[in-house]
Nanobody, 123 residues
C-alpha cells in the first residue's frame, strides 16, 4: 500500500485546513486509517482513526471537537478536516493504514505510512 498525504500549509490560528491521504496498491475499503502528527522536538502522537466502513472514529482529546476524520472509499482517500487551528497543532501530519481494518490509536498497529505533510499554524 502506498499512501500520499497532501493539503498541508501555512494557516493563521483559528483557521482551517483539510488534509487528504490517497491510497493505492490494496483494496482501500478494507483498511483502517489513522492520522498522526509530530511536532518539532516531540514524539509522534495519535490524532484520529477511522474504521474500514467509516462507521467508527476516534480522536485524541487535544483535537476532539475541532478535527473530523472521514473517508471516501470510492476515491481511495481519507481526509482530516481541521478547524479552529491552534499554534500547538503545528506539526508534520502522517496518515497510516491498518490492514486489519479497524484503525487504532497505537502506531504499532499500522502497517503502512505516508510521507507526511507539514501544517504550520501562525499567530
Amino acid at each position: 500500500v502506498q499512501l500520499q498525504a497532501s493539503g498541508g500549509g501555512l494557516v493563521q490560528a483559528g483557521g482551517s485546513l483539510r488534509l487528504s491521504c490517497a491510497a493505492s496498491g490494496r483494496t482501500f475499503s478494507s483498511l483502517g486509517m489513522g492520522w498522526f502528527r509530530q511536532a518539532p522536538g516531540k514524539e509522534r502522537e495519535f490524532v484520529a482513526q477511522i474504521g474500514w466502513s467509516g462507521g467508527i472514529t476516534a480522536y485524541a482529546d487535544s483535537v476532539k471537537g475541532r478535527f473530523t476524520i472521514s473517508r471516501d472509499n470510492a476515491k481511495n482517500t481519507v481526509y482530516l478536516q481541521m478547524n479552529s487551528l491552534k499554534l500547538e497543532d503545528t506539526a508534520v501530519y502522517y496518515c497510516a493504514a491498518d490492514r486489519w481494518g479497524s484503525g487504532s490509536s497505537k502506531e504499532y498497529d499500522y502497517d503502512y505510512w505516508g510521507q507526511g505533510t507539514l501544517v504550520t499554524v501562525s499567530s
